[in-house]
């Protein structure tokens, strides 16, 4: 599809600047994704990095929710289960290594409440794809939360990433938000899916 970012892969180095103190004082987890997650849930963040936003989101879900954490970076999935043992939060986060066009996580057909993908969509070799395989995973009610930094895309690759959910049935339930750092939009499951 045209319009959208080239895709690319973070560097290795850049995973340890995602998860500064720093960062916590810019962009507050609680902030990003807080809004859209209740005790219970089950979440799927897709591009988990160390887990700057899994391990957040494992707290807010609570001992009864569950995070799926994918990255295909398979060091990343390595760090973020070292962390999350240290954090005492391993029961709540199941974390593997993804394939680029392929999340891995069929068997979790029709039981996700939430996708979060936090500054990763533009990374996305495969967007239609992975649209595909995230309507399927999520619940009826499912949302896709999309948030992207400013830095990497501009608001016309944002539209053409959204552009590319819509073809895939997804409906934006708020207009899209368009910060000072960041673009972020929640989409609705496909009726069909
Ligand atoms: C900029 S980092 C963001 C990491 C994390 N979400 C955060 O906010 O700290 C983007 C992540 O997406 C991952 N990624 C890129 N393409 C991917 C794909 N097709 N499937 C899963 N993860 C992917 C990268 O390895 C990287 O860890």
């Known amino acids: ?28 987890p609680k902030k990003l994704v807080g809004p859209y997650v209740k005790p219970g849930m089950t979440v799927l963040d897709v591009g988990c990095g160390f ?3 899994s391990l957040p989101l494992a707290r807010m879900v609570g001992d009864q929710g569950r995070v799926l954490s994918v990255d295909v970076e398979p060091r990343a999935v390595t760090r973020l289960k070292r962390r999350a043992r240290k954090a005492g939060l391993s029961a709540r986060i199941r974390a593997t290594a993804c394939q680029p066009r392929d999340l891995g996580l069929a068997k979790f057909a029709g039981q996700v409440d939430l996708i979060t993908l936090i500054h990763t969509m533009h990374e996305f070799e495969d967007l239609p794809g992975f ?15 999309v948030i992207e930094p400013k830095g990497h895309v501009n608001p016309d690759q944002f539209a053409a990433e959204l552009e590319c959910c819509r073809q895939a049935g997804f409906a934006e339930l708020d207009p899209p938000v368009k910060g000072r750092k960041h673009l972020a939009a929640l989409l609705g499951k496909p009726f069909a899916a």
Request: hydrophobic residues 45%.
């Open 131 to 145: 649209c595909t395989q995230a309507a399927a995973l999520l619940k009826p009610a499912g949302r896709l939360l």
């Open 1 to 28: 599809m045209e319009g959208l970012p080239q895709p690319h892969r973070c560097p290795m180095i850049v995973q340890y600047f995602l998860i500064s103190p720093l960062r916590r004082l810019l962009e507050p």
């Open 51 to 53: 887990g700057y936003v």
